[in-house]
């Protein structure tokens, strides 16, 4: 290799190529021949390492490598050094390089001036034994050279070292003991030369890692940078830390600021969160808790539940007089509740009416007794009441819509026993009673008034004729205003109806015509009066004032009524009158008097009153004089039910078929049904089949019936709007309209004068240019008139003008934050408003920006991860995104 | 037969007192109601022209200084407790509910610069021209009823230092105060020598402030136009950045540590993010004179100024205009202005001695509300927030009566603004294409960024 190559070649040659492999090699071999003076002083420090060196030398020369065959060559020390393999001959080149690094650094001007004795030597000997000569001449030259340099003696250099020599030259030249020229020559002591001997011991590895560390870096220090320069680093430095520091906050005041709302509300101290807890801060405050916790806390049950709870038994027992007073009680309580079961066992058993009745009635007494006295048993009573009479008119249970009555109906009433009869009227009149309560309480304000003055009137007249007197006078002054009277007919509602209005008009000249007969019967009655005997006037007296019963209407009708009762108990035969008994105490007395057989009484009123005499007479009269006002009242209440209806028809029917069929004319309401069904049907219906009936009668003038017929719809609203073509003056009005928002281009003209004289005008007509522009506008007009919205509805103007009244509820630009005219448009179209929202959405949306409280301090923000996971929770709640936390828990609102 | 009645119970349906609402049932069907729009928008309008009827914003003055109120400070931990220093080196404690002096400071021999106070509450600093920095024990709220008579308290501290103070402020939750002055200089509460102290160029630091949400950032105004962001824990000043004219006051975020708001000279307030000082987030403009202080609500939401030309404004945090000018015909030029600590009071000292207190929304109708009220409120404000871009409310809402002197100064303010645009845009024109860059307003007051 290069050691090999050395040898041959001269030593210029040797150079120049060392100079081409670079500065390490060329280094070396500087140093090895220039700094000799050095090399002596390395030789007197080498005494110590000398042997093993020697050593070896001689391992190398038992074992020859390729690189010791040049051993004996001017680079010996490399190839010394290299024995353990090319690594090291590397590792011997760092050492080098150091040095020359550090030659270089001394002065490299002189290392050239160095390498001319070297040419110069070349020249003399490139034999091999070069450095050997070298060795022996340098020492001279070498010497006159420093004494160039430095002017100092050359025994100053070289004196000490030839006495090194000699010193060392104390045993016989052999491998072990090389000469002082082969020492000086090759065996320069290298680090690794001291390093050798440690190798293997501990920190050796480490110490030659520092070596290499040191050979390879050498990296000067830098100079200290100026103090404004190092202020500006570290300020850079700051502002990045700190800017990375605030970027922590930016998720959570996204958060803020997205959030449609910011809760400040003051924090609410929840409190204690465990029921334990919640306990433990009891106190005692009432004497009861006082008592309780004094037991609960004594001393010793508290030590009982400390410990096992065994003694909590102990402290438990109980005496036996308490126990035994309590079984006692018990059994008599027990003992209570079985009879009451037995007592109640047997009387539901009972299957006699009278008890029940009797039972009923005690109930009712007390139940009227503690309404008396407890107003919330009345209220409850009156409660009751109301809710029968609501489910009554509701579910009509008790108007022959049940199974059960509409197959007695459908079988007929007659071939029904006396009790199902009687069952069947009870119902009815329960189902009238129970809606008739409703008339009474409306009428009560105008009818029941006047019926107590009347009332007064009779109990005040005295128990004589002057009251039949004076109640057949009254009759007559009603009769007489009847009579006088004009009802105004309704303008309104349904009794507005034409046909209704004929209808009543009809039934109002029919009882005009029955109050003259009435007033003719007052006449003559008045006339009897006078012989009238004391006592049947006094009975009839008591009869006026009947105790005990609803009053509904005038005095008069409620002597109608119960003798229409009377009547219909009767015509069952006298069997029984149980059901209304109480009620018709008087009639019943009354009857005895007269002491006949009602079905004489129902023949025929003439005869009743022959019958009577003048005893009766009056009675009889009364009756008239009732039922005359009839008609009256009926006006009065013919739209609040139909029960009053039913007595206007009644009345009237009176008056028409009287001497036909009393049964019609003195119908309780089962005699009628009895009698036709269809008049019971009729009775639901309105009054128009009632006229009817009237004019199929004929009994009254139902006037002379016209051929005139009814003119079509059509017919009439042509003949209505024969005048005005409406039609037509849309169409012109349209146009109009058209013609103002799409103006209708102008004509073209000519300016009168122009071309005139020449004649040019009238030859070429209008220019070209203005025809086409004329056709221009025209198109365009058209083209916008088939855009119009209202192009194709020939009924419909649909005006394309823009309001300015309307201007004022657009924007002109788009509002900053929106994107769109959709948006925009979109975001206030729902109304947010209580009238248009349930209350459960209303808060939502009107809740401000920043909800805070007068009064409570908001502390700055505080932080808090707001991370990712969390946040996509956040999101997926969806329906609440309106909490907007500020601070954290602080500010988190439930 | 099915027949269907109403079912109502009369003890639901009977009111307990005459005043009782009725119930009331409604049917929201859509249809039945079709000119719910028409209807809501002139509710608008009416809740626009009675928020104009109801807006009394003065609520009242405070009179005692006999100098001009120079510096303010919140109590953090009293909601009605406010320190007013002014000029002559009297400093009061002010019960804004009976605003009545509480107590008096003396001791300030030069005016009275700077004030703050702990968080808890407890102890006042002030420093003033004097160069002696202040530490106050504050009263406790029942100790000041016991002895009125003697409402004059003694310095816990006064630590003299080189060079007159410009400001203070308190850092949040800390132990922490900032001078500002010849430089920045950071002290302890038991510490009669500044623990820590910055220069950044030679030039007289104005005001200071302590960011609330991250104790350890402070910002600092010179009077080199600079604004500096300084970092506790670097102990080191972070950045610095120089605009056309000084910024006399600025304000953190409270809500927002990243943002804070400078009060310029130039008669606009500009939004900053620290991170990134080369641009304003946001200028608000509208002031027409230099604004000399600026505070945030404690919302973070809004933030009010008092200016050099004797008003008060209200800005959003993210408004280019304001919301709300206060001004009375006896307020001077305003000095320092303050949100209340629950962001519905406005207090400003101003150079004639008076504190005058202002409600932050002018129309508030103050005292317990009852929740219908509250409700209609709310209502009333989302029904005019909703139509506010509609012309008509547009001009109620915005219309304010000004003092003539401002009216006409805008009025100038805008002539002079349109003429300069007019100008940069024919001289766009008439140069080559890209030549002449337009920069935003934003950026435009902005001379550089040092690091």
């Known amino acids: 290799m290069a050691e090999k190559g050395k040898k041959e070649k001269s030593r210029g040659e040797i150079t120049q190529r060392r100079r081409r492999d670079g500065g390490e090699v060329r280094g070396r071999k500087r140093k090895s021949l220039s700094s000799s003076g050095k090399r002596k002083e390395e030789k007197k420090r080498r005494s110590g390492p000398r042997l093993p060196n020697a050593l070896k030398r001689e391992l190398e020369r038992l074992n020859p490598t390729v690189d010791g065959e040049a051993s004996d060559g001017d680079d010996e020390e490399i190839d010394s050094d290299a024995a353990v393999g090319n690594d090291v001959y590397e590792y011997e080149e760092g050492v080098a390089e150091e040095e020359s690094t550090r030659n270089k650094r001394y002065d490299p001007v002189e290392n050239y001036e160095f390498e001319l004795p070297e040419d110069f030597e070349d020249w003399k000997v490139p034999s091999d034994g070069e450095e050997d000569d070298d060795e022996n001449e340098d020492p001279g030259r070498h010497g006159r050279l420093l004494e160039d340099i430095t002017g100092l003696s050359a025994d100053a250099f070289g004196g000490k070292k030839k006495k090194d020599l000699i010193i060392s030259e104390a045993y016989p030249e052999c491998e072990f003991n090389p000469t002082g020229d082969i020492l000086d020559g090759n065996g320069r002591i290298s680090i690794h030369d001291l390093l050798d001997p440690l190798h293997g011991k501990s920190g050796f590895s480490k110490l030659r890692k520092d070596l290499h560390r040191m050979g390879k870096k050498t990296v000067p220090t830098l100079a200290p940078v100026a103090r404004t320069d190092q202020e500006r680093i570290e300020r850079k430095a700051a502002y990045e830390q700190s800017k990375k520091d605030i970027t922590k906050w930016e998720p959570l005041v996204k958060r803020n600021r997205e959030a449609p709302t910011l809760f400040f509300d003051e924090d609410k101290e929840l409190g204690y969160s465990t029921i334990g807890a919640i306990a433990s801060e009891f106190t005692p405050r009432t004497d009861f808790e006082k008592k309780m916790a004094s037991l609960v806390n004594q001393s010793e049950v508290v030590d009982a539940h400390k410990r096992d709870g065994a003694r909590l038994l102990e402290l438990n027992e109980v005496s036996i007089e308490d126990v035994k007073e309590r079984q006692e009680r018990l059994a008599k309580m027990r003992d209570l509740l079985f009879r009451h079961e037995m007592k109640a066992k047997r009387v539901k058993k009972i299957k006699s009416k009278t008890y029940h009745r009797l039972l009923k009635k005690d109930k009712s007494k007390a139940a009227e007794a503690s309404i008396r006295m407890d107003p919330e048993a009345a209220k409850e009573h009156a409660m009751k009441i109301e809710f029968k009479r609501a489910e009554e008119r509701m579910t009509l249970k008790h108007k022959n819509s049940s199974k059960w009555a509409k197959r007695i109906l459908k079988r007929g009433l007659d071939a029904q026993d006396d009790s199902t009869k009687a069952a069947f009227s009870e119902q009815l009149s329960q189902h009238a009673a129970l809606t008739r309560k409703i008339n009474s309480i409306k009428e009560s304000s105008s009818s029941d008034d006047s019926s107590d003055g009347d009332d007064s009137d009779d109990m005040s007249a005295g128990s004589d004729q002057e009251a039949a007197e004076k109640l057949i006078k009254k009759a007559k002054e009603k009769t007489l205003q009847i009579l006088e009277g004009d009802d105004e007919l309704p303008t309104s509602g349904v009794l507005a109806l034409p046909f209704m209005v004929r209808g009543l008009k009809k039934r109002k000249e029919a009882a005009d015509e029955e109050a003259k007969l009435a007033l003719e019967e007052y006449e003559s009655s008045l006339k009897q009066m006078g012989d009238t005997s004391k006592s049947r006037s006094s009975d009839k007296d008591a009869k006026g004032a009947p105790g005990g019963k609803m009053v509904f209407g005038a005095p008069e009708k409620v002597v109608n009524r119960t003798t229409k009762k009377e009547k219909v108990n009767n015509y069952y035969g006298d069997s029984d009158s149980e059901s209304d008994a109480d009620a018709n105490a008087d009639d019943n007395t009354l009857n005895d008097h007269t002491g006949k057989s009602l079905k004489e009484m129902d023949i025929d009123p003439s005869l009743l009153r022959e019958e009577f005499g003048f005893s009766h007479d009056s009675v009889f009269k009364s009756f008239g004089d009732a039922e005359d006002p009839e008609p009256k009242t009926a006006y009065e209440v013919a739209y609040l039910s139909s029960d009053s209806w039913k007595k206007v028809r009644k009345s009237s029917d009176a008056v028409k078929g009287s001497e036909a069929d009393l049964n019609v004319r003195k119908p309780g309401i089962v005699a009628q049904t009895e009698n036709d069904p269809e008049s019971e049907q009729d009775d639901d219906e309105d009054s128009g089949t009632d006229s009817e009936v009237e004019m199929v009668d004929g009994i009254l003038s139902s006037g002379p019936k016209s051929s005139y017929e009814l003119p079509s719809q059509a017919e009439l609203i042509q003949r209505a709007f024969a005048g005005d073509d409406v039609e037509e003056d849309f169409i012109k009005q349209k146009e109009a309209v058209l013609d103002e928002e799409n103006p209708e281009p102008e004509k073209p003209v000519l300016l009168p004068g122009w071309g005139q004289w020449t004649g040019v005008q009238k030859r070429r007509g209008l220019p070209s240019w203005m025809l086409k522009e004329h056709e221009a506008a025209k198109q365009k007009r058209d083209e916008s008139l088939k855009k119009r919205k209202d192009a194709h509805l020939n009924n419909v103007i649909i005006s394309e003008k823009l309001g300015k009244k309307a201007e004022k509820l657009h924007t002109k630009t788009l509002p900053y934050p929106y994107t769109s005219k959709e948006v925009f448009e979109q975001s206030i179209r729902m109304p947010i408003g209580p009238e248009f929202n349930p209350v459960t959405a209303i808060g939502a949306l009107n809740r401000p920006e920043v909800v805070k409280k007068a009064g409570v301090i908001i502390k700055p923000i505080e932080y808090e991860d707001v991370s990712v996971h969390e946040r996509g929770e956040g999101g997926r709640k969806g329906s609440a995104p309106k909490q907007g936390k500020v601070n954290g828990k602080n500010r988190s609102r439930k | ?451």
């Open chain 2, 1 to 451: 037969m099915k027949v269907k009645v109403i079912s109502r119970s009369t003890d639901e349906f009977t009111r307990e007192r005459s005043q009782d609402l009725q119930r009331v049932f409604r049917n929201f069907d859509p249809t039945l109601r079709t000119q719910e729009k028409a209807v809501e928008y002139v509710r608008a309008l009416n809740a626009a022209k009675l928020d104009k009827i109801f807006a009394r914003p003065f609520i009242g003055a405070m009179d005692g200084h006999i100098d001009a109120v120079s510096a303010m400070a919140k109590n953090p931990a009293n909601l009605k407790w406010l320190f007013s220093g002014s000029m002559d080196g009297d400093i009061r404690l002010w019960d804004l509910a009976t605003r009545q002096t509480v107590c008096q400071f003396p001791g300030h021999q030069g005016a009275v610069r700077g004030l703050t106070a702990s968080t808890d509450g407890r102890v006042l600093v002030s420093c003033g021209t004097d160069s002696t920095v202040r530490l106050w024990n504050v009263p406790l709220p029942s100790h000041t009823q016991d002895d009125s008579s003697d409402n004059d308290t003694k310095p816990l501290a006064t630590y003299v230092w080189k060079s007159a103070f410009w400001g203070v402020d308190h850092q949040e939750n800390g132990e922490l105060f900032a001078t500002a002055g010849a430089q920045v200089d950071i002290w302890n509460h038991n510490r009669s020598q500044p623990i820590n102290s910055f220069e950044w160029g030679k030039d007289t630091v104005i005001s200071v402030r302590f960011n609330p949400g991250e104790p350890n950032v402070l910002a600092t105004s010179g009077s080199d136009r600079s604004i500096t962001i300084y970092d506790l824990r670097l102990s080191s000043p972070a950045r610095k950045m120089i605009m056309m004219t000084k910024t006399n006051s600025l304000a953190w975020n409270p809500m927002e540590p990243m943002n804070f708001t400078a009060a310029n000279e130039d008669c606009n307030c500009y939004s900053y993010d620290v991170r990134k000082m080369n641009e304003a987030r946001c200028v608000h403009r509208d002031h027409v004179s230099a604004v000399m202080d600026i505070d945030y609500s404690p919302t973070g939401r809004e933030f009010v100024t008092g200016s050099y030309d004797r008003t008060v404004r209200i800005f959003q945090y993210n408004g280019g205009h304001s919301r709300e000018i206060y001004h009375t015909k006896r307020m001077q030029r305003v000095f320092c202005v303050k949100f209340s600590n629950d962001g519905s009071y406005i207090i400003s000292g101003s150079d004639d001695t008076n504190l005058r207190l202002w409600k932050a929304k002018a129309s508030e109708q103050l005292g317990v509300l009852l929740p219908r009220e509250r409700k209609n409120h709310e209502y009333l404000e989302a029904v005019k927030n909703r139509y506010k871009h509609l012309p008509e409310v547009k001009r109620i809402v915005r219309h304010r009566h000004l003092p003539k002197p401002i009216y006409k100064a805008a009025s100038l303010r805008r002539i002079m603004t349109d003429a300069q645009r007019k100008k940069d845009e024919r001289r766009r024109a008439h140069s080559a294409p890209g030549s002449i860059v337009n920069k935003p307003l934003r950026k435009r007051r902005i001379i550089k960024e040092i690091e």
